[in-house]
């Protein structure tokens, strides 16, 4: 029964208290802008729960960006299709397709945790390019096409397998 006016407010508030001054130097430092953090933290919480997964799948896209390669999340390619009141897809075109678009999708995708903001903000002092979440819940990184599709064959089969 709460109006939706209080809801907006309350969470903007909630932000800007997320959003210090601190964390929003730290995002300039990885060439990224408050809103440009706020989106990659997004990301990072739909594709990892655990904090230090979470720094290195942060790492992973802030390098991805600066190589001006696709980010490759599955998680913007659904969300979306979903967006655009299409069934899931990984194929689904639309700006939020990381897997076709370079760069950062429009706006966030979710909701975000501290975690995750402090990871997009401080990501972890690793080269990988590449990770994959295995259907065992661990998470494998990797720094070559060839070691990625290694660890896919090793350790995602079900996962890996949905379209």
């Known amino acids: 029964t709460t109006d939706p006016s209080v809801i907006i407010r309350e969470s903007l508030v909630e932000m800007g208290q997320k959003l ?21 933290a997004s ?8 904090y230090s997964d979470q720094t290195q799948v942060a790492q992973v896209f802030v390098k991805r960006l600066s190589l001006n390669m696709p980010l490759g999340s599955d ?13 899931p897809s990984l194929s689904f075109d639309s700006p939020y397709n990381t897997l076709i678009h370079t760069g950062l999708p429009p706006t966030p995708i979710s909701t975000v945790s ?25 998470t494998y990184f990797s720094q070559t096409p060839q070691q990625q599709q290694s660890n896919i064959s090793t350790y995602c089969h079900t996962l890996c397998s949905q379209e």
């Open 20 to 40: 210090t001054p601190t964390l929003q130097m730290a995002f300039a430092r990885e060439g990224l802008s408050p809103y440009q953090g706020l989106i990659l």
């Open 114 to 138: 501290q975690a995750a903001l402090d990871a997009a903000a401080d990501p972890a002092p690793t080269s990988w390019l590449y990770f994959v979440a295995g259907d065992n819940g661990t």
């Open 43 to 50: 990301i990072v919480q739909q594709e990892v729960s655990k």
């Open 75 to 87: 998680v913007t390619a659904i969300y979306g299709a979903i967006e655009a009141n299409q069934p």
